[in-house]
Nanobody
Framework: QVQLVETGGGLVQAGNSLKLVCATS????????MGWFRQAPGKERNFVGA????????SFADSVKGRFTISRDDTKNTVSLHMSNLKPADPAIYYC??????????????????????WGQGTQVTVSS
């Protein structure tokens, strides 16, 4: 049974940093491209960032570029979202997700939520001004 569990959410002041971690089990982690998405109340789930299977490729939404980074640890089967300079527009439930891209796409990332196969339950991030 595949499980993705996000931790690290909470309340943080604007301008500060927060690190989210997604722990996975039940899948061959190194075979999956990992993504982070977020959903604010009444809004669609939006792409935040993704990291390729190899770890060499990352992509980010324009709204978080330069502020967020992603890393993965294949020895621990985890992916982390490092968020800095948090803004009032960042509060949402943050979800991690996994997708197995075709074999040759080790450095590719994926921005479409519809392509992801597995999802975590989400963790809430709140930013106070």
């Amino acid at each position: 049974q595949v499980q993705l569990v996000e931790t690290g959410g909470g309340l943080v002041q604007a301008g500060n940093s927060l690190k989210l971690v997604c722990a996975t089990s039940g899948l061959t982690f190194a075979s999956y491209t990992m993504g982070w998405f977020r959903q604010a109340p009444g809004k669609e789930r939006n792409f935040v960032g993704a990291i390729s299977r190899s770890g060499s490729g990352t992509s980010f939404a324009d709204s978080v570029k330069g502020r967020f980074t992603i890393s993965r640890d294949d020895t621990k089967n985890t992916v982390s979202l490092h968020m800095s300079n948090l803004k009032p527009a960042d509060p949402a439930i943050y979800y991690c997700a996994a997708v197995a891209l075709p074999f040759g796409q080790r450095s590719a990332t994926e921005t479409s939520a519809r392509r992801y196969s597995y999802w975590g339950q989400g963790t809430q991030v709140t930013v106070s001004s």
